[in-house]
Nanobody, 132 residues
């Protein structure tokens, strides 16, 4: 059984931090691209960041650069999203997903970013709410 389970979401004040986890079972995350996406009410799902196995590329959408960090712990078969300096506009359901490693290669993300349609397996999401 292939499964992705997100955790770590919750309610946080503006300026606060959260660390999201994406735990994989049934396959080895290290051999694939792992993306984090978010979807706010009434908005389309957007790719936030990814980490690649092929060249270890990391990519961040402009709105989170300098605040979010993606990482991978291969021994735990888990990826993380460290979210600092959170803003109300970060409020969304956050999803992790898996794609072929190519889709987070440096050349691909330079031209296309983190493309939702390239990711094949998805977790159920975890809610992040940033509010005072």
């Amino acid at each position: 059984q292939l499964q992705l389970v997100e955790s770590g979401g919750g309610l946080v004040q503006p300026g606060g931090s959260l660390r999201l986890s994406c735990a994989a079972s049934g396959f080895t995350l290290h051999y694939y691209a792992i993306g984090w996406f978010r979807q706010a009410p009434g908005k389309e799902r957007e790719g936030v960041t990814c980490i690649s196995s092929s060249d270890n590329t990391t990519y961040y959408v402009d709105s989170v650069k300098g605040r979010f960090t993606i990482s991978r712990d291969s021994a735990k078969n888990t990826v993380y999203l460290q979210m600092n300096s959170l803003k109300p506009e970060d409020t969304a359901v956050y999803y992790c997903a898996v794609a072929a490693s190519y889709y987070c290669s440096s050349g691909y993300v330079r031209d296309y970013g983190v493309v939702t349609s390239r990711y094949d397996y998805w977790g159920q999401g975890t809610q992040v709410t940033v509010s005072s």
